[in-house]
């Protein structure tokens, strides 16, 4: 109510300094066309003048609306269509978490082309299709995903080496792991399953360079990083004892071996037998060299 009040107050005041205005200032128009003329007063014309502007002015705006209709109706299109693709991904999302590959496939594949995040929808997708078995259809979802945003090497690859660990591809695994290692470095999500590859295909050496490194992001505990360790250095003294050329190798890992294994009564015997072993071998090779 105060508002009000206070605009009336206002409005009276300059109306009452524009007619003072009038009174202190007069004159008139004159408009001469041929034998025509209009004569107005210099104010009433000047308020006419005023109007014709602000006519002029929305009209002009009214004529540029109606001169792009279809730019105006692609615009409005294609915001509709960018919610519903928005609302089709939460969907696919949600089914994706509940376990409902099918529908989560579907919904997350059919908004991804509106979608403000297709690299999103693609690998969301491609996982959903992985769990059904539907491997392929997995493996073109994950090139659509990597030809729908730049810089999204990264995180295809890291997917579909999962992928390829959970399909049990582990030598493909391990090529894409070890390509994602060097262009990475130490991300912590390629260690983890670099550390997967390895035992899977019993990489023994591979895994016994990668812990010092999964140690340092404390991306294992003490206890699998020694018993991991354990495993590494027993498969290497076996595999290179097997060789009487590898003695070596042999004496090399040992030295490499962390101090706390080398008193563990099963790699000291493992490496005794393996020295012996190796010095037989060597023994005999020289005694029918001679004979």
């Not at 730019?71 to 919610?83: A, D, F, L």
């Not at 090139?143 to 992928?163: I, M, P, Y």
């Not at 912590?188 to 490194?213: I, M, N």
Request: with cysteine; charged share 25%.
């Amino acid at each position: 109510m105060r508002v009000l009040i206070l605009l009336i107050i206002i409005g009276l005041a300059i109306g009452a300094l524009f007619g003072q205005l009038m009174q202190a200032f007069p004159g008139y128009w004159l408009i001469r066309v041929g034998d025509t003329s209009v004569q107005t007063s210099f104010w009433f014309g000047l308020i006419l003048l005023f109007a014709a502007f602000v006519v002029l002015h929305f009209g002009l705006r009214l004529l540029g609306r109606f001169a792009h209709p279809f730019s105006r109706i692609k615009v409005w299109n294609s915001r509709t269509r960018h919610r519903n693709a928005t609302r089709k991904t939460e969907r696919g999302l949600v089914a994706l978490a509940e376990g409902r590959w099918k529908r989560a496939e579907r919904s997350l594949t059919h908004s991804a082309e509106d979608s403000s995040t297709p690299l999103v929808n693609y690998l969301s997708a491609a996982l959903a299709a992985h769990y059904q078995g539907r491997f392929d259809q997995a493996d073109t979802l994950l090139k659509r995903a990597h030809a729908s945003t730049q810089g999204s090497e990264s995180a295809v690859g890291l997917v579909q080496a999962q992928l390829m660990l959970d399909r049990q591809q582990h030598e493909q695994a391990l090529a894409t792991l070890t390509r994602l290692d060097k262009q990475l470095g130490e991300h912590p999500q390629v260690l983890k399953l670099l550390k997967q590859a390895y035992l899977a295909v019993s990489d023994w050496d591979g895994l016994r360079r990668l812990l010092p490194r999964l140690d340092k992001q404390d991306l294992i505990s003490p206890e699998e990083k020694k018993e991991l360790e354990q495993r590494a250095y027993v498969a290497l003294i076996q595999q290179a004892a097997r060789n009487p050329e590898d003695i070596e190798r042999v004496r090399n890992l040992w030295a490499d071996m962390p101090d706390h294994l080398r008193n563990d009564v099963s790699l000291v015997a493992l490496y005794a037998e393996a020295l012996i072993a190796g010095g037989r071998k060597a023994w005999q090779s020289v005694c029918c060299a001679t004979r």
